[in-house]
């Protein structure tokens, strides 16, 4: 009798390990996934300039411009970036890290990026930042954007 609980004992700890090493694999898949979402974002901006942005960003998504508040919602984004003529067609970046949540429906991926631009005496320079993003997944199963925010390096001294 003594020998049939022990059995059930391991049999149910290597289940359980079983188990959780097949969670750790779903979790390495759903960052994999989130990393993809992010590639996918990029190139849809880099093609569709601020609407192609925009198509990746949750109905209550946030921003966090530097020095300005938040800015909450897509419409309100929307106005913002209209307001300060935000284009960000010529914005490239690359997802360097993607986390996902064990509950699977909340992630962030982060990475460096890169953009062109001017420096003080008008010459041409590629701007170099890094980024952060925090993704949720959606009621149709898609991924949104539903926070971001990335700052600039300091410029290369020539």
């Known amino acids: 009798m003594r020998l049939r609980w022990v059995a059930v004992l391991v049999l149910?700890?290597?289940?359980?390990?079983?188990?959780?090493?097949?969670?750790?694999?779903?979790?390495d898949h759903g960052a994999k996934v989130l990393m993809e979402a992010d590639?996918?974002?990029?190139k849809a901006t880099a093609a569709k300039g601020l609407e192609g942005?925009?198509?990746?960003f949750a109905p209550d998504a946030r921003i966090f411009p530097q020095g300005e508040g938040v800015i909450e919602g897509l419409?309100?984004?929307?106005?913002?970036?209209?307001?300060?003529?935000?284009?960000?067609?010529?914005?490239?970046?690359?997802?360097?890290?993607?986390?996902?949540?064990?509950?699977?429906?909340?992630?962030?991926t982060f990475g460096n990026s890169s953009w062109p631009g001017e420096d003080a005496k008008g010459a041409k320079v590629t701007r170099t930042g890094k980024y952060l993003t925090v993704w949720k997944k959606q009621a149709d199963g898609s991924w949104k954007v539903v926070a971001d925010i990335g700052n600039a390096n300091p410029l290369p001294k020539p």
């Open 12 to 27: 149910g700890a290597v289940g359980v390990g079983l188990w959780m090493g097949l969670g750790a694999k779903g979790q």
């Open 53 to 56: 942005w925009l198509s990746f």
């Open 75 to 108: 419409s309100a984004i929307r106005a913002y970036y209209a307001k300060v003529g935000f284009d960000p067609k010529e914005l490239g970046w690359k997802p360097a890290v993607g986390e996902i949540a064990a509950s699977g429906d909340l992630g962030y």
């Open 39 to 42: 590639e996918a974002f990029a």
